[in-house]
RNA sequence: CUCUCCGUAGCUCAGCUGGUAGAGCAAAUGACUCUUAAUCAUUGGGUCACAGGUUCGAAUCCUGUCGGGGAGACCA
């Protein structure tokens, strides 16, 4: 683990070393007590000087001015960031002044979390600072922080690199306080629905992640196994059956933030693992859940931003109620110039061929559909559109439309472009249901292989009887997306799904092979400086010499492990 | 999966048509008791992602691998 370290680190190590001589621990164990936060001094401070004469603030070291006997600092802790004044014969008032001259200015370093005591006060150049009149280590860093700074709102060699920032998210957070507010606003977003919610009774649920059969969408699920049991089980793609079957057990609305799990491909919209608000109400129909997604999106907007308006990208959306409804025939006709309505699978083939879409055999009349839609009108929606009444070809749990048998009473909100919300009335007719999910079989007989899988314990409960009920489901991390204008799933996850780091393996054998050999971890690294970059190599060596160098090479660089004796490396060589 | 750009010090980046690496910040040492991208002086810091190839000589040219960004294909 302990591979070369870079000469700062090395320094910051020693500097530990050199604390704990010092009696002082560099990870104190008990608490500090904290009694205000910089924001709440920002806030207050100016006003009313008065105010914080006594307090007590912990944060970590960002950046330090030191001048001789006195010290800038910027502290920043969870809330952001306030300049300590630090004056050597205020925290050190007797003889010895050590606590300034070597434990705060040499062995402490940007990075560090200390907690100081003293007062607020405005310096000459009007800051609010700290005067500290006691300073205590809470936790020293060995690693070097990137350091970032920034004058008249220009940032000066900001952490920028996509892959450093996604692995090292917590690097990300320290130094750019705006990563900071995106999640927080993540955090907003849900704590406004879940209100929405929770004010009208609805209950919040929790339903199996891990499923026998991945049902209620069309998507690769990834497996695993249950080892006790010995059966294949399912990461979830969706939780819409579960939430069903509970409203099938008499609960007025339930509704679950749900991690759903695709094994599909990632881009910037898709991560493997993604959350998404589902909420089933019974005795509502899809007209009802349009008007109750666009005030709740009104008023997600609002908590926000105070306002309707938000800005994405170089477009302004406007989340205000009601939003445009438009049906896919309609929307079709006005975007793609084709009327699909009454017309035969054969003829909207046609449609396809004259609009340049690709079409295969395998496509039946609603994927053919869908795929004149995509192309052609979902680039056109920019303002939150509700897009209704999609063919019951592509929407086998949704029910059957009032007036048109063909069509579903479902419907899609599509926000620059992009789909947010996928809504029905749901469809609760048992035989009905049944003859969809078979004809979902036939469809994946077909070819069409992310035809659903049947779900009989579902079908059992829609025999008992589902009242009239529809749900919807949000994608909290598009909306997120949208609502913090990020132009990255990425940027929205804490972790998102990364391939694994590999250490650049240096030329020749790995640690593994080495040991193998019988050669102590602490002495690989050892011996790669010496030059021997594979167990071969080793072998070939000349035990008496290596004995010699090794003992040198161990003084020289004040290696802190037992010397070998020459037994050891002739097991090495003979092994 | 395809195309494309990228990988150089802890961070941000230079490095030309090939001649064994530079800057700023950060760090070390020193000066400085109201600075704020603090300042001034001195110094150290590199497996140029990895592996091959071409060449007298490769950070640089070529091939492959790994990792990342972007675009597309596929996909809700």
Redesign the pocket.
């Known amino acids: 683990m302990i591979t ?1 370290l ?4 090395a ?2 190590r020693e ?1 530990l070393k050199e604390l704990e001589k010092a009696g002082i621990n560099p990870y104190p164990a008990e608490a500090f007590e904290v009694n205000v936060t910089t924001a709440e001094i920002h806030a207050a401070f100016p006003s009313d000087n008065s105010l914080f004469q006594e307090i007590s603030i912990a944060g970590r070291i960002m ?10 600092v ?1 502290l920043q802790d969870s809330t952001g960031r306030i ?1 300590l ?1 630090v ?4 925290i050190c008032p007797g003889e010895d002044k050590s606590l300034y001259n070597t434990v705060f ?3 402490l ?2 990075g560090d979390i200390i907690g100081v005591t003293g007062y607020v ?7 609010t ?1 700290i ?1 500290v009149k006691s300073l205590k280590l809470l936790s020293k860093s060995l ?10 709102d ?1 940032v ?12 090292q998210r917590y ?1 990300d957070l320290i ?1 750019n306080p705006e990563v900071r507010e995106v999640f927080i606003k993540r955090s907003q977003i849900i704590n406004t629905m879940r209100s929405f919610f929770n004010e009208r009774g609805y209950l919040e649920v929790e339903t199996p992640i891990l499923q026998p059969i991945p049902g209620g ?4 699920p990834f497996i695993t196994h249950h080892n006790a049991l010995d059966i294949p089980l399912y990461l979830r ?1 969706a939780n819409e059956l579960y939430l069903k079957k509970l409203i099938v057990g008499g609960f007025d609305g339930v509704y679950e933030f749900a991690r759903d799990f ?1 094994n ?5 919209t ?1 991560n493997p693992e993604f959350t998404v608000l589902e909420i089933y109400v019974a005795y509502k129909d899809y007209f009802w859940m349009m008007d109750f997604t666009e005030q709740m999106l009104e008023r997600v907007a609002l908590a926000l931003h105070a306002k309707t308006a938000v800005q994405v990208g170089d477009r302004t959306i406007d989340f205000k109620a009601p939003f445009r409804r438009l049906t896919m025939s309609d929307a079709i006709k006005e975007y793609a110039g084709v009327d699909i309505a009454g017309k035969t699978e054969d003829e909207i083939r046609a449609f396809c061929k004259s609009l340049n879409i ?1 079409t ?1 055999p395998s496509m039946g009349k609603g ?1 053919l559909i ?2 004149i ?2 192309e052609k009108c ?1 680039e056109h929606l920019v303002q939150p559109t509700f897009i209704t009444d999609y063919p019951i070809e ?1 929407s086998p749990l949704c029910k059957r439309h009032r007036s048109d048998p063909e069509l579903t009473e479902r419907f ?1 909100l599509f926000v620059n472009g992009k ?1 947010l919300c ?1 809504a029905y009335s749901e469809l609760n007719d048992p035989i009905d249901q049944l003859d969809r999910f078979q004809q979902q079989l036939e469809l994946s007989k077909k070819g ?3 035809a659903m899988f049947i779900d009989m314990d579902f079908v059992r409960a829609l025999e008992y009887g589902m009242p009239t009920c529809s749900g919807m489901g949000i994608g909290i991390d598009r909306l997120t997306m949208f609502m913090t204008n990020q ?2 799933i ?1 940027d929205v996850l804490f972790f ?7 250490k ?5 054998d790995a640690d593994e092979a080495f040991l193998a050999a019988g050669v102590p971890e602490a002495w690989i690294p050892v011996l ?1 400086k010496y030059g021997f ?1 594979s167990v071969a190599e080793l072998k070939a060596a000349n035990p008496n010499k290596l004995l010699n160098d090794l003992g040198g090479l161990r003084k020289k660089m004040k290696l802190d492990i037992p010397a070998l004796k020459l037994e050891e490396i002739q097991a090495w060589v003979s092994a």
């Open positions: 070369e870079s000469e700062q680190e320094i910051r500097s950046t330090r001015r030191i001048m001789g006997a006195a010290s800038f910027d300049q004044y004056k050597r014969d205020e200015k040499r062995l370093d940007i006060f405005i310096t000459q150049m009007g800051e600072s005067h690693r070097v922080l990137p350091v970032v700074k920034e004058k008249d220009q000066f060699d900001a952490f920028s690199d996509p892959e450093a920032r996604y692995r690097v130094v969408a069309a998507a690769r793609i695709r599909e491909g990632m881009d910037r898709h690709e295969t994927k869908d795929a839609f995509g979902e592509m899609e789909e996928n069409d292989d992310e132009p990255s990425q998102p799904q990364m391939r694994p780091e590999k650049a393996t240096p030329a020749g790669r970059k």
